[in-house]
Every structure is written in C-alpha cells, then in structure tokens.
T-cell receptor
Framework: SAVISQKPSRDICQRGTSLTIQCQVD?????MFWYRQQPGQSLTLIAT?????????ESGFVIDKFPISRPNLTFSTLTVSNMSPEDSSIYLC???????????FGSGTQLSVL | GENVEQHPSTLSVQEGDSAVIKCTYS??????FPWYKQELGKRPQLIID?????GEKKDQRIAVTLNKTAKHFSLHITETQPEDSAVYFC?????????????FGTGTKLQVIP
C-alpha cells in the first residue's frame, strides 16, 4: 500500500482565517481524494483531484470554500477558507491503488476552529 | 447517488463472542465493498473487501458476505478480542468517470468487553 503523509496533523485556527493541508504520497497516483469526517461521523467525500485538471467537487462543497491543488502525481493540497466553527473536523486525504481499487488514507488533520 | 445504511450504530459484545455488522446499499452499479476499521484518533484502515462477483470472503477471524440481489453485505468477526474495539465503516464503490467513487456507511462503534 502507498505511504501517505499529511500535515499538519492538527491545528487550532481562528474563524475567518484559512488553513492549507498538504498530502504527500510515496508513489505516483492518478487520483487523490479529500474527505471530511465531522466529530463522531462518517467520511464524506469533498472532492476528487486529478493531476493537470481542476478538482471535481461533491454536492455541498464548492471550490471557493475548499480550493484544491494537484501540481504533480504525488502531491495535493486542500485549503479550508474563511473558516467557521462548523469547519471543525478531521480532514483526510486518500489515494486508490489503481488497479484493484483499494482506498488508503493519510493520517488526517484534526482542525479546530474557535 | 449511492446511499449506504449501516446497523447497528453501537455494538457491545463479550470477549470471545461474535459480532455482526450489516449494511445495505442502493446503487446496483456498485461493485466493490470494502470495510474499514478506525481506532480512536487514527486513520481508517482497510481490513477486508469483497467484489460483486463473490458471495463470501474470509480472512482469519473476519468474514464478509454479499447478497447482490438484496443489496446487503455484512461483516462477521468471530472470537472477538479487546483490540477489535473500534469504529467500523462499510462502503460501496462504483466506477464513476474513470475512478472508483466510494460511499461510506455511518459507522458502527464496536466495544469488546474483556
């Protein structure tokens, strides 16, 4: 399985500010995915990032709020913009293994917005 | 879109007993069904998966069954141990524009009582 490094691991932010989360994979992958996990809840897909094209956002998520970059096949960032307390969640990047569809997760970023 | 329901939301069993978690899905195009285990403060870890052309799969104390006609799939853990205590998520995956789109269930918090 791929080794997925994510940082920061946690942060406490003031409302109205923005935070950029980085995700680094130890091998080239076509697709990278960003998930949100609200406290005690399941995982919700925010967007899918393909290198060289704009990210595809799921219903309820917009690019202005969650801009994503995917500059190469091993790296992606997710920015949480103009944060409010409702954005307090764990944010997880993930990649699939390509051929056999297995999805693997980074260690997550625990975000608290005051 | 896909909807995955998972039951029960919490489950307590005595050490050594079996645990069963059940999921249903709505999209008949879903063809891959992974199960994830998430320990407190950690990333979701893939523990077992099954494809739509298979009815059952077993890996040591863990087994999954799939009834494609009824759109039901289940996780069975035998001889439970305290280290099995975690939140378990089922998921249903389908091909969507060249990648597998994964929808997660709502999670089951399993507590194994020593």
């Amino acid at each position: 399985s791929a080794v997925i490094s994510q940082k920061p691991s946690r942060d406490i932010c003031q409302r109205g500010t923005s935070l950029t989360i980085q995700c680094q994979v130890d091998s080239q992958v076509t697709m990278m995915f960003w998930y949100r996990q609200q406290p005690g809840q399941s995982l919700t897909l925010i967007a899918t990032a393909n290198q060289g094209s704009e990210a595809t956002y799921e219903s309820g998520f917009v690019i202005d709020k969650f801009p994503i970059s995917r500059p190469n096949l091993t790296f992606s960032t997710l920015t949480v913009s103009n944060m409010s307390p409702e954005d307090s969640s764990i944010y997880l990047c993930s990649v699939d293994s390509g051929v056999n569809e297995k999805l693997f997760f980074g260690s997550g970023t625990q975000l608290s917005v005051l | 879109g896909e909807n995955v329901e998972q039951h029960p939301s919490t489950l307590s069993v005595q050490e050594g007993d079996s645990a069963v978690i059940k999921c249903t899905y709505s999209d008949s195009a879903s063809n891959y069904f992974p199960w994830y285990k998430q320990e407190l403060g950690k990333r979701p870890q893939l523990i077992i998966d099954i494809r739509s052309n298979v009815g059952e799969k077993k890996d040591q104390r863990i087994a999954v069954t799939l009834n494609k006609t009824a759109k039901h799939f289940s996780l069975h853990i035998t001889e439970t141990q305290p280290e099995d205590s975690a939140v378990y998520f089922c998921a249903a995956s389908r091909n969507s524009g060249g990648y597998q789109k994964v929808t997660f269930g709502t999670g089951t918090k399993l507590q194994v009582i020593p």
